[in-house]
């Protein structure tokens, strides 16, 4: 059963990138099981990260299109949640990412989670990031000059 939130688009001109989380079984292996599944419908991961426990692991992952990896999940019941990340573009990572945490530090947003992606829609880094408050982050990192990514803009 998949857990979804409302989809935020009015500051983004798109909507937010989904984040799927993936729970898997702690064994070797398991992770290139979910790749491939999604490779037979030619969907691809573009941001990966994994927290393991002792018997279980959580891949995060956000995906070229997260329909098909819905309906893929459904189909071969993989468990599964959803969430909506925050997904900015970074043209000089060393300078940029003490402004981008600054700025949600004065906007009071809350980050819980991030990871970069794995691929460079426009050829430069990305970090995508859960927060509490994904509108407010979205419209404070705009205003501060950066560039924020949609679901479209990570699609291949």
Not at 30 to 53: C, F, G, P, W, Y
Not at 111 to 132: C, E, I, K, N, Q
């Amino acid at each position: 059963m998949a857990l979804t939130n409302p989809e935020i688009t009015s500051k983004l001109g798109g909507s937010l990138v989904k984040q799927f989380s993936v729970f898997l079984p702690n064994k070797v292996g398991a992770m290139l099981d979910i790749v491939k599944l999604l490779s037979t419908r030619n969907t691809h991961v573009v941001a990966l990260s994994i927290a393991e426990q002792t018997d279980s692991a959580i891949a995060r992952i956000v995906v070229s299109d997260p329909e098909t990896v819905e309906n893929i999940f459904h189909e071969h019941d993989v468990p599964y949640s959803v969430c909506e990340m925050v997904v900015v573009e970074m043209q000089e990572v060393a300078t940029e990412l003490a402004e981008l945490l600054a700025a949600l530090l004065m906007a009071e947003v809350n980050m819980h989670f991030s990871y970069p992606l794995l691929t460079r829609p426009h050829g430069l880094a990305a970090l995508a990031m859960h927060v509490d408050d994904a509108e407010c982050a979205c419209s404070v990192l705009q205003g501060e000059g950066f560039k924020m990514l949609s679901q479209a803009d990570i699609s291949r």
